[in-house]
């Protein structure tokens, strides 16, 4: 079975650092794509990037571009987001989700992150 | 960016109804149109790919259309299971833009 976990929910301060993580298992990890969307607390989609583990070549939205980035570690079959330096508005639940050719299947359970002073 | 406009952004139904909401985009992305289905606290869950190829395990009251730049997703006898919200997302370029959703309510 094709999966996704990612790591569990955050809490942090503005100005903190965070990676969150999401592991695959049940396929090649280095032949697919791997997404990132954020979804903001009542609010819809957005995709913010996008990695293929065989070889690390990214792309990124730019609204998200030099805010965010997103690695892999293709030993362990794992993606990573990460914030260099949080802000309130950095609160949401992030999702990565697995990108045969473009759309996203499967994805997984979601991440909260919650910054607050 | 393609900009991607669904409508309606709301939508009161009852079981049993044809329900069909659409997808714009502010250029044309040929087929490459994803449709996905997201319930309460959980994660998104594929419905359609390519415009119109149904995801395996999907109930085939679900169906995709459209290439260009309009596209409709059709849910032929609204069930229970549906009601949820809905986001059409383009692959057609970088980024991959989703819709603002459409929540399917119980009427």
């Known amino acids: 079975e094709v999966q996704l976990v990612q790591s569990g929910a955050e809490v942090k301060k503005p100005g903190e650092s965070l990676k969150i993580s999401c592991k695959g298992s049940?396929?090649?990890?280095?032949?697919?794509?791997i997404g990132w969307v954020r979804q903001m607390p009542g609010k819809g989609l957005e995709w913010m990037g996008i990695?293929?583990?065989?070889?690390?070549?990214?792309r990124y939205n730019p609204s998200f571009q030099g805010q965010v980035t997103i690695s892999a570690d293709k030993s362990i079959s794992t993606a990573y987001l990460q914030w260099s330096s949080l802000k309130a508005s950095d609160t949401a639940m992030y999702y990565c989700?697995?990108?045969?050719?473009?759309?996203?299947?499967?994805w997984g359970q979601g991440t909260l992150v919650t910054v607050s002073s | 960016d393609v900009q991607m406009t669904q409508s309606p952004s709301t939508l009161s139904a009852s079981v049993g109804d044809r329900v069909t909401i659409t997808c714009r985009a502010s250029?044309?992305?040929?087929?490459?149109l994803a449709w996905y289905q997201q319930k309460p606290g959980k994660a998104p869950k594929l419905l359609i790919y390519?415009?119109?190829s149904l995801e395996s395990g999907v109930p085939s009251r679900f169906s995709g259309s459209g290439s260009g730049t309009e596209f409709t997703l059709t849910i032929s006898s609204l069930q229970p299971d549906d009601f949820a919200s809905y986001y059409c997302q383009q692959y057609n370029s970088y980024p991959g833009t989703f819709g603002q959703g459409t929540k399917v309510e119980i009427k």
């Open positions: 989700a697995r990108g045969p050719i473009g759309w996203f299947d499967p």
């Open positions: 390519k415009a119109s």
């Open positions: 049940g396929y090649r990890f280095t032949s697919y794509w």
């Open positions: 250029q044309s992305i040929s087929s490459w």
């Open positions: 990695i293929y583990p065989g070889d690390s070549d990214s």
